[in-house]
């Protein structure tokens, strides 16, 4: 009985959980609210402070549990191989990133949330839900680049930080520059200029690490 009880306590929360991105993405964070999230979700809204003490909880659930973009990037890093050859590199994390801004641009929700925290970084919640986020990426870079010579963090912020700001830009206008951000030629230039970026950086690595063979 206890088993059933506590898979109908998690089935629940889920469906609390994916109702609060829906609504979210409908309305955007700050007009998102419980009475709306349980009414989505077809729950008393007792349940929601039950399970999780109220709105900062339900956030911070939304974002741990994986419906955010952590979970992408535990799945990425599954994908990748323990030993990662050198010449591989470049291409992994051109492909990362890629496909963090298709996953970003294809969830609204997740979008939303970030206006959200951009609007309200002084908040307590606000620090913890990028702390949480922060730390996903380092784990990225603790496997994929185990080597500070070139500050991969620095690169990642970078990266991740530019890809964020082109998706939420994409919501409001139509061009940067010339390309179109409505249409999938657009994105496509977007991809090849990242790849373009890691490929060059992963030259610039391995010339850097000839000289260093050289001198030794």
């Known amino acids: 009985m206890k088993v059933v009880k506590r898979r109908n306590r998690q089935m629940t929360m889920e469906r609390i959980l994916r109702a609060m991105g829906e609504v979210m993405a409908e309305r955007g964070t700050e007009k998102a609210g419980i009475n709306a999230v349980a009414e ?13 003490g109220g709105w900062n909880g339900l956030l911070e659930a939304y974002v741990q549990r994986g419906f955010f973009l952590s979970m992408f990037n535990e799945k990425f890093l599954e994908s990748v191989p323990e030993s990662l050859p050198v010449e591989n590199r ?10 963090f801004m298709r996953e970003f641009r294809a969830r609204k929700p997740s979008q939303e949330l970030i206006r959200w925290e951009m609007t309200h970084g002084e908040t307590e919640l606000a620090r913890r839900l990028a702390e ?11 496997k994929l680049a185990p080597y500070d010579d070139f500050d991969p963090i620095a690169i ?61």
Not at 90 to 99: A, F, G, L, N
Not at 132 to 142: A, G, I, P
Not at 179 to 198: F, K, N, P, Q, V
């Open 40 to 52: 989505r979700a077809g729950v008393n809204k007792v349940l929601i402070y039950r399970y999780f």
């Open 90 to 99: 470049s291409k992994v994390w051109s492909e990362y990133t890629i496909q």
């Open 132 to 142: 949480f986020r922060d730390q996903s990426y380092k784990n990225l870079v603790t």
């Open 156 to 216: 990642t912020s970078l990266m991740v930080s530019a890809v964020t700001h082109l998706v939420l830009t994409s919501s409001q206008r139509d061009h940067i520059v010339d390309i179109d951000l409505r249409s999938d030629a657009g994105w496509e230039r977007i991809e090849t200029a990242i790849r373009r970026i890691y490929s060059s950086l992963s030259f610039a690595l391995e010339r850097e690490d000839a000289k260093k063979l050289e001198v030794k």
